[in-house]
Structure formats: C-alpha cells, structure tokens
T-cell receptor, first 114, second 113 residues
Framework: DAGITQSPRYKITETGRQVTLMCHQT?????MFWYRQDLGHGLRLIYY???????DKGEVPDGYVVSRSKTENFPLTLESATRSQTSVYFC?????????????FGPGTRLTVT | AQSVAQPEDQVNVAEGNPLTVKCTYS??????LFWYVQYPNRGLQFLLK??????LVKGSYGFEAEFNKSQTSFHLKKPSALVSDSALYFC???????????FGTGTRLTVIP
C-alpha cells in the first residue's frame, strides 16, 4: 500500500516557468491538501479539496492553481514560478475535515526557483 | 483567529531523560489539538490528538501530551528520550468548523547519547 506519494521529490526551475507538482493517494480519502513549509512559518495551507471537482483556497493561494478531476490525484501548478515560491511542498489527505480527523502527509517536494 | 506558538526552536535532552516540547494555542471556542513529527527528508507523521475527554492523551512511540485549558497549553512529553526521537515536532490546532489545521513553527528535538 503506497499511501500518499508526491513527484518529483526535487525540482529546480527558472523564474517564470510553469511547474506542476503531483500528488497521488491510494486510500480513497475524500479530502486532500497542499501545504508549503518555510523556515519560521511552519506549514501553511495553499489549497484544499473536499472531493473531485471541489477545491478551495487556503492561507497562501496566490500564484498557485489546483485541480482535482479524480479522487486520488491533486496536482498543484505554479503558473509562473517566482523565487518566493522556493519551498518544500507537502500534500496531505484525510477521510474528513471534522475536528477529529488527522491528516496523512506525503514525503514532500523540494522546489527551488532560480 | 486561531494560532499556535512553539516557544522553543530547539530542545536538547540527554538520552534516558524525560523530554517536554511546549505548545500554546489560541482559538475561538473549543480547541482540537494535534502533534506531528517530521524526520529528515520525510513528511509529517501523526503522533496524537486531543479532541475531548481525558486531559492526558497517549500517542505513538511512547509520547503523551497534556491538555491544560487554563494555561491554553498542549505540551508533548515522553518519560525517557531515545536518540531515535530526534526530529522536528509540530503542534497544530483546528477550530470547530475550520477545514484545515494551523501549524506552529516547529521545535527541533535533539536527543544526545
């Protein structure tokens, strides 16, 4: 059981390029999340999705686009990458967003924008 | 608005000694609190949570946390630290009705052999 996977694990791109980070989960969890992790900020929510074709903004959505055509996939696209988007990106999933539900995290993608 | 504070960026403890990683929170209404651990080059792993009930919550790998409503704290503890406990620890809170977790900035725990 692979759980939740992310690809690529490492990515270097140039300013202005479009980049897509992939997230795939095998649990059929309804909810999926994208976070970025930066020193001094902990994890901050970018976007989340309650089900296929349902997405909503988190704390720091600017410059990012998401889609969810299938329950198991939740790609994150940086339409025109900027240096401030250099970060480690984590995808997570959960069976629900009720207060008792914990989230399960992927291994992360380290993105560097030059 | 919800917030979480982890006042210590770094905690060092000798192997075999008890450890405490501190967390305080601010929410409207009842708090729902979580601890996660992150090992190098890995995603976050769930350790334990407080939703309601007993103030002392037991979790994975021998960790426990004590919820203190009057002090708005949820400190992570372990009676005897292992070198393998060395990692980055995150406290997180969710307000009732909120869709996401709000994370603290993390505390790096180093257990010294």
């Amino acid at each position: 059981d692979a759980g939740i996977t992310q690809s690529p694990r490492y990515k270097i791109t140039e300013t202005g390029r479009q980049v897509t980070l992939m997230c795939h989960q095998t649990w059929s969890h309804s909810y999926m999340f994208w976070y970025r992790q930066d020193l001094g900020h902990g994890l901050r929510l970018i976007y989340y999705s309650a089900a296929a074709d349902i997405t909503d903004k988190g704390e720091v959505p600017d410059g990012y686009v998401v889609s969810r055509s299938k329950t198991e996939n939740f790609p994150l696209t940086l339409e025109s990458a900027t240096r401030s988007q250099t970060s480690v990106y984590f995808c997570a999933s959960s069976t629900g967003t009720g207060v008792s539900y914990e989230q399960y995290f992927g291994p992360g993608t380290r993105l560097t924008v030059t | 608005a919800q917030s979480v504070a982890q006042p210590e960026d770094q905690v060092n403890v000798a192997e075999g000694n008890p450890l405490t990683v501190k967390c305080t929170y601010s929410v409207s209404g009842n708090p729902y609190l979580f601890w996660y651990v992150q090992y190098p080059n890995r995603g976050l792993q769930f350790l334990l949570k407080y939703i309601t009930g007993d103030n002392l919550v037991k979790g994975s790998y021998g960790f426990e946390a004590e919820f203190n409503k009057s002090q708005t704290s949820f400190h992570l503890k372990k009676p005897s630290a292992l070198v393998s406990d060395s990692a980055l620890y995150f406290c997180a809170v969710r307000e009732s009705g909120a869709n996401n977790l709000f994370f603290g900035t993390g505390t790096r725990l180093t257990v010294i052999p």
